[in-house]
């Protein structure tokens, strides 16, 4: 993107936080990228620095927060303390808490079966909510982002993949030991 261009949507970025603080709003959450980046992993963190000194609402830093590292990265660019996570915490769940501990650590087993009983309770909820030929989408669209920090979220992924219905998944995790035997049934 042209120097011009840019800059002229930063202007556009910040008439826009002027303009809805002026409007009354509590606080502001920035995901900071343009129309055209669309969901590109563009990280246009030092944009939330300049609508900070701008604004005096509290401003939430936000977009592509997958790591510990991360938090931190965009906290230095941003200069916000605080920070909303939002497919970070979909691909590992327990990134918030290791945040919270600083824990740098890679994702590991032990980790792995605590999101086996969230993805367990997760698919009793779904099978409860949505009809049968629509429930296996939901957990694939999950599966598919977990791949990203979990190989074991891309294995289940593969076995699931050809599932089209409910049952079949439901069969498929009891038997991998996602979910229990009576609970496949009920
Ligand atoms: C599960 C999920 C639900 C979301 N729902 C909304 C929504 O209702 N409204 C909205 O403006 N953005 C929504 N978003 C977008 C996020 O607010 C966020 O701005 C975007 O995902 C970029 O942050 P990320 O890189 O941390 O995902 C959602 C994102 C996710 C992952």
New binding site residues.
Partial sequence: MAMAELMALISKALDCALALESGGINELVV?ARTKADGYKPVRRWEWVARIREVVKLPLIA????WTVADWHAIRAASGCDDVM????A?ADPLLARRIRCSAEAEPNDDDWREIEAMLGDFWTRVERKVLPAQSPGRLKQWLGLMQRRYPQAERLFQTVREARLGPEVSAILQREGVIAKSRAVA
């Fill in positions: 995901h936000n977009g592509e927060v996570l939002g497919r970070g979909v």
